[in-house]
């Protein structure tokens, strides 16, 4: 039983909710919920978590209001402006999982440049899922390996471990936290969460902090993780 978990992936929800209990326009609430990134990223490296896994934008968020939509695309711009010199110092490497292509060409730039700039850190993997869906992830997978197939690869062999390699994410999934009280996964890494602790936190995202972590992860050490069979 692993106490700190090597894997650890966030659906951030409640930014909306939060910006409306205030009275704010919901961009307020995605702005808090960006700086909590950085906040939950730097506890998340401390604690030497290896990878942290955020659902920032679901296929399904296309279907927001355009001005939403519109200030979405800026916010990795916005965060990296504030946080480029945080992520660095701490060591922490940016990736993201998704189908980048369907972002303004801009909006693209700066992911890449984020993901190239802090490409030979060795701290925590920051990987932020934005337009990701997990079934569209594995009919890309499927596809993929079709094509090999096609092209001459053996078919009789794949393994799950090999089947995996073809995700946008290939590592198990220790430990999955959604905050703002709703028990759903919602297309988030279906494949990965197989043997997965999950834990609903009442707490809307832009509220999430060091201590709640910590609190998920204790949850997470006091559980028996049983995979099935005999301890
Ligand atoms: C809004 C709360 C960081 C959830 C967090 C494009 C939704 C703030 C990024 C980010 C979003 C993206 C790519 C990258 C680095 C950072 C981000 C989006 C939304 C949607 F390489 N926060 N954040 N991206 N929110």
Not at 112 to 128: F, M, P, S, W, Y
């Amino acid at each position: 039983m692993k106490v700190i978990p090597e894997t650890v992936a966030i659906i951030m929800d409640g930014n909306g909710r939060w910006a409306k209990a205030k009275g704010l326009p919901r961009t307020a609430g995605h702005k808090k919920g960006a700086d909590t990134v950085r906040t939950v990223a730097l506890e998340a490296n401390r604690l030497g978590i290896k990878k942290l896994i955020l659902y920032a934008f679901s296929t399904e968020n296309w279907k927001r209001p355009e001005d939403e939509i519109s200030y979405l695309c800026k916010l990795p711009g916005i965060f990296f402006n504030s946080y480029i010199k945080d992520l660095m110092k701490n060591n922490i490497r940016v990736t993201f999982a998704g189908e980048l292509e369907r972002f303004p060409e801009d909006t693209q730039k700066t992911i890449r440049k984020a993901v190239e700039q802090t490409a030979h850190n060795t701290g925590l993997e920051l990987c932020i899922a934005i337009n990701y869906g997990s079934r569209r992830e594995m009919i890309l997978a499927a596809q993929k390996y079709a094509q090999e197939v096609a092209d001459g690869k053996r078919a009789n062999d794949l393994t799950e471990e090999e089947f995996s390699s073809y995700l946008f994410i290939p590592e198990e999934v220790d430990l999955l936290i959604r905050t703002s009280g709703e028990e759903r996964i919602s297309n988030f890494l279906l494949w990965q969460i197989a043997y997965s602790e999950l834990i609903f936190d009442p707490t809307p995202w832009p509220d999430f902090d060091e201590a709640s972590l910590n609190e998920a992860l204790e949850v997470f050490a006091a559980r028996d993780r049983r995979f099935g069979g005999l301890k």
